[in-house]
């Protein structure tokens, strides 16, 4: 590719490939609640070398970002700090692994983030991604365009997402890495949950806790944390498709835990579901998890015990902990985006 060719983006990341923002228009996401857009931009990475009029086809790994990301935030270039298309760029570059295309999702919503789960509040983000993401991908590239020919990755609400995709809608991807992904919920969301209760105790609803969130330059630490636990409500528990229709898993006037709706989320938890989906596990080529052995959520525990139990199926799984917390952990690409390139059929 001649600099006359490369686009301004992958001229100012300074990459070999080339990164390309498709815009996409989901019906998955079409009328939602809270008026999220269902026009969204697709990031597009396409390795040095790629024709599009060509005979070779290339494998695609489908990148999930976590909870407050977004497409900008997933290409944003920072000092000291490459970004995910900066390190495929490289790796492929140093043949460190086979080229392949990435795609960047992009899964955010007013509320911070839709887990990329099918929601009657958020609207259905899982159709959005196996159904208008994928096949607007192997409509318009050159692409192995089977499940053997797909792996999904992704940190944090990305790295559940890349599970949860693997075992509810099998027959998309082959292989999944999950970095530091959420899990365990009777252990990671206790926290965050008390601390929703004492924020929201100050307002008159969902709605005027969120339009004045909204309006502050710095939200404190406990008022974005309040933020995810109405992300995950919204998700995991709403009520109708309509805004802010949604229940939390605790009674916002004692605290008292609400377990009928807390059966709701658990119903997505990961460690929940992995011993009822030995065939949808049984069927990948990879299953990675890592975590940092100081995740300020106690994710490390979950990453344990999932392994665990894809141990109890009988089945191999790939899990590391190293050492650090749950922040700035893109550095793990470097690990899980060789791995999962090595898996998928290529051509």
């Known amino acids: 590719m001649t600099a006359k060719t490369r686009t301004a983006l992958s001229a100012l990341l300074g990459i070999e490939g080339e990164l390309k ?14 008026g999220d857009p269902s026009r969204r931009l697709l990031g597009v990475y396409t390795p040095p070398g790629y024709d599009p009029g060509g005979s070779a086809r290339y494998p695609v790994l489908y990148l999930l970002h976590g909870y407050t990301g977004n497409l900008a935030a997933s290409i944003a270039a920072r000092p000291w700090e490459p970004n995910v298309v900066q390190r495929i760029d490289r790796l492929v570059g140093e043949k460190k692994m086979a080229p392949s295309m990435l795609v960047i999702v992009d899964g955010n919503t007013r509320l911070g983030g839709s887990q990329y789960v099918n929601s009657i509040h958020n609207g259905d983000y899982a159709t959005y991604v196996v159904r208008d993401v994928i096949g607007q ?35 998309h991807f082959c292989a ?57 409500s919204a998700a995991y528990s709403p009520t109708a498709a309509k805004a802010f229709a949604f229940e939390l898993p605790i009674d916002l006037k004692t605290g008292a835990f609400r377990d009928e709706v807390f059966a709701r989320w658990l119903a997505f938890d990961p460690t929940e579901q992995i011993p009822k ?51 700035r952990i893109g550095y793990r690409y470097d690990v899980s985006l060789p791995a999962l390139a090595a898996v998928l059929d290529r051509n």
């Open 21 to 34: 923002l498709d815009p996409i228009e989901s019906p998955a996401l079409a009328g939602n609640s809270l």
């Open 137 to 171: 991908i192997d409509r318009d590239y050159r692409t192995v365009a089977r499940a053997e020919g797909r792996g999904v990755l992704g940190k944090s609400t990305g790295g559940f997402a890349s599970l949860h995709f693997t075992m509810n809608y099998p027959g």
């Open 176 to 232: 999944f890495a999950s970095h530091s992904g959420d899990s365990y919920f009777r252990m990671c969301q206790v926290k965050s949950l008390i601390a929703a209760a004492r924020t929201l105790e100050k307002y008159d609803g969902f709605e005027a806790f969120v339009e004045a969130f909204e309006a502050k330059e710095k939200p404190k630490f406990e008022e974005v944390s309040t933020m995810e636990m109405l992300g995950y």
């Open 277 to 327: 989906k030995k065939a949808e596990l049984a069927a990948l080529r990879l299953r990675y998890i890592d975590c940092g052995r100081r995740d300020e959520y106690g994710l490390d525990i979950g990453a344990r015990v999932m392994a665990q139990q894809i141990r109890e199926l009988g089945l191999e799984v790939v899990h590391e902990e190293f050492d650090d917390d749950h922040m």
